[in-house]
């Protein structure tokens, strides 16, 4: 048997992503990273609906992240573009193509998304993670995730991956959200 640690039981993920996601822009430490974490928390408990939403998986998680971001880029200035928020039908392709755009361009920059990992594709997705972008060339996105389960998924690639959940099949298993795209940097 495995002993539990953190992160394997809890449902954080995506307040991990952001302070992943300042790790990168920012260069936050340990100290700093707990302080934003207790923030977060704070600020769920003050609504519990919210904080059992969180708590159940019963959110997309996506007006917590955005609320983290501005509210984080008060005390680490941050610009922050959401290029699929109101686009249907993006591609993989177009996916990969801003992802790496994005990154090509300089240091401190980062990404954060939502992921959904199927087990059986006839029943819900297995796993629904939030993550933040490592690194990504023509073929790997590299993951800076909070994450290190043996079963983790700490690369992807746009052959294994789709865009439009109706077209999960046995060879793509993961559903990446465009619309939860955050694309993060430093401003200039």
């Not at 993951?143 to 043996?150: E, F, G, Q, R, T």
Request: charged share 25%.
């Amino acid at each position: 048997m495995k002993p539990f640690y953190q992160g394997r039981i809890d449902t954080f993920c995506a307040i991990y992503a952001v302070l992943n996601a300042l790790r990168i822009t920012h260069g936050i430490r340990t100290l700093k990273a707990r302080e934003l974490l207790n923030d977060t928390l704070m600020d769920l408990i003050k609504s519990p609906e919210q904080f059992k939403s969180v708590l159940d998986q019963t959110t997309d998680y996506i007006n917590m992240v955005d609320n983290m971001l501005i509210k984080f880029a008060k005390k680490f200035p941050l610009a922050i573009e959401y290029p699929f928020i109101k686009s249907d039908n993006v591609t993989v392709e177009q996916f990969w193509d801003v992802c790496r755009s994005w990154m090509d361009i300089g240091p401190q920059r980062t990404a954060v998304f939502r992921f959904m990992r199927f087990f059986n594709i006839n029943e819900a997705p297995t796993v629904k993670h939030w993550t933040a972008i490592g690194t990504i060339d023509d073929d790997t996105l590299s993951l800076y995730d909070s994450s290190h389960d043996a079963e983790s998924i700490q690369h992807l690639h746009p052959q294994t991956i789709v865009t439009d959940i109706k077209k999960i099949d046995k060879d793509k298993t993961i559903f990446v959200q465009p619309n939860t795209l955050r694309l993060l940097r430093l401003p200039y």
